[in-house]
Structure formats: structure tokens, C-alpha cells
């Protein structure tokens, strides 16, 4: 029962960005520190770099989160490139021997790389990323979901006909993700409490329910996207009874499916609670080696009890 949503999208200034650069090399090695900027190494063939990245050409440099990787331009034989420095800073200073060099800064999901020439000074560099940010909230009806509700996926959507290829697979709502510039696919689905005596539908996790919202959004460069996806749905109490209004039986076997007859949820218990999406259902008790069948509609924030009558 999944179902696009609208999206309330807000943009506002922030900083975040790629990933990538495991496919050159190892271990740097320790160097000395750099002469000051611009100026000549009082030996010969020393020189540095003093590194710094933004979300664009008049942005504010980043000062947190970066991971900066110098290789050597050069490919060993093997085809990788060998790992000369590294840093955790957010405006490293890096010593390093006349050379070319290729610069990589990785800022979440997002990154960026750049050919460098050092030749006996300490040179200023400073890397744009092309990168900003998504937050993801849930609401049902108009109340907010908890972040421990949701669990959010976010898709690359390919050409028309194929598959989207999955980037974050399990994202926190209300956590901003730093991304690459581009449009997204999110999807969110709503997790129940608590799954005790309860099987999914095959090919779901445990606590999956099928209130499932979809929707495209674009991450702008330099911004932070908010975007809330609102979900329809219900909390139902099963149970199996003898008249309206009497006491659930226990040891009772429930199967939730929908018209179509697929699957949605087995469970077992006097009074199962599921949490289901806005719609039609059926239900299906079995208690003593007998079969009880009933139909009923789910109305989203509409929490109620759902009864078979045991006839």
C-alpha cells in the first residue's frame, strides 16, 4: 500500500557533500610540518599544502566532518595510486615533497578531487563540493512520528524502466545527510512498537508495517532540503470474540491479508495490536481447529479494536 505523498520542502543555508577515493591507496607516511605559506622550504624539493573545502565559490569554508586524502598522481603498476597524506581536519597544512599530487576531500556522501603541482612552497587550496544536505520528519495525521518510527531509504532513480539504486539505506529521520547534488527518491516506512508473536509479509523485516510514503525530492548545493512525508495509518487491536463487546479468546491465530488476498501480517494472541495504512482488509481468526473471517476499513489516527465474532 504504498502512496506518494506530498512534500513539505523548506530550503535553508547550511554546509555538507560525496564519498569516494577507495580505489587508490595505503597507510600515508608521517611528514614534517610545511613551511608558512608561500614560502620556500629552507632545503630543497619541500613544499605543502594548506587545504580547505566549501559548498561553493562564496560559501564559508566547512569546518567539521571533511576527510582529506592526498595520493601521488603517478599509477603504480597495478593501476592504484599510492596514499601520501591524510587528515581529519577541517583545514589541514600537509609537508610533502616536490610533486604532482591528486587531492580528495570526502564530506559525508559527498566529495571531490583536484590535480595539484607542489614545487618548494606551501600552496593554498581550497575544494568546492558540489553537495548539500536532506532531512527527513514523519507526521501522522498532524501529530509528528518519532525518529525511532521511521526508517528512511533514499534512491538514486535511474532511467525510466529500471531499478533505482539505493545510496542510504537506512537513514535517521531528522538527521541531515549530506548528499551530492541531485534529485532523490526517499522512501519511508512506518515501524510498530513491538512485533511479539507477530510474522511479517514475506520479504519484510520485523518491524515493517505497509504504511509505506514515497517521494522525489532535489538536494541543492549549499542547502540544507527539509522534507516531511505524512502517513495514513492506525493502530488496530485484533480479537476474537464470542458476542460484540466480549471478552477477546485466547490462543487465537489472526492473519491479516489484503482483498486481493496477499498477506500483510500473522499474529497470535487474545488482542494483537498491528499498525496498518489507510484502508480495506481482511481478517482471519482460527482458534480450536475453526475458522472466523471479517472484513474492515482502516482509517488513518482512527486507533480501535477490530472483533470477529467467533460464529
Known sequence: MRRFVAVVAAVCMLAPLLAGADAWA???????AAPAAGQP?????????RLSASLGADAKPIDSGLVWRVFQERAEPDGTHTLV???NEAAPTLALPDG????????GLASTMKRVSVRGQTLDQRLTLNAGALRVSGLLGDAPIPPNRLRIEIYVPERPGSEARIVVPDAKAETSIRLPEGVYRIVSTYL???????????????????????AEVRVVA???????LRHRA???????????????????????????????REMIGA??????????????????????????NVQSTLDRDIEVLAK
Open 26 to 32: 595505503q597507510t600515508p607516511k608521517p611528514r614534517p
Open 41 to 49: 622550504d629552507p632545503g630543497t624539493g619541500q613544499g605543502g599544502l
Open 85 to 87: 597524506a591524510q587528515s
Open 100 to 107: 604532482d599530487y591528486v587531492v580528495h576531500v570526502a564530506f
Open 192 to 214: 510498530d512498537r513491538d512485533n511479539s508473536g507477530s510474522t511479517p509479509a514475506p520479504g519484510a523485516r520485523p518491524n515493517d508495517t505497509n504504511s509505506v510514503v514515497n
Open 222 to 228: 549549499g542547502k540544507l532540503t527539509d522534507v516531511t
Open 234 to 264: 492506525a493502530t488496530l487491536t485484533l480479537k476474537l470474540v464470542n458476542a460484540a463487546g466480549g471478552e477477546a479468546l485466547a490462543n487465537t491465530s489472526f492473519s491479516v491479508l489484503t482483498p486481493g488476498g496477499d498477506v500483510i
Open 271 to 296: 488482542f494483537p495490536q498491528l499498525l496498518l495504512a489507510e484502508g480495506e482488509y481482511v481478517v482471519i481468526a482460527r482458534r480450536d481447529g475453526k475458522t472466523y473471517q471479517g472484513t474492515f
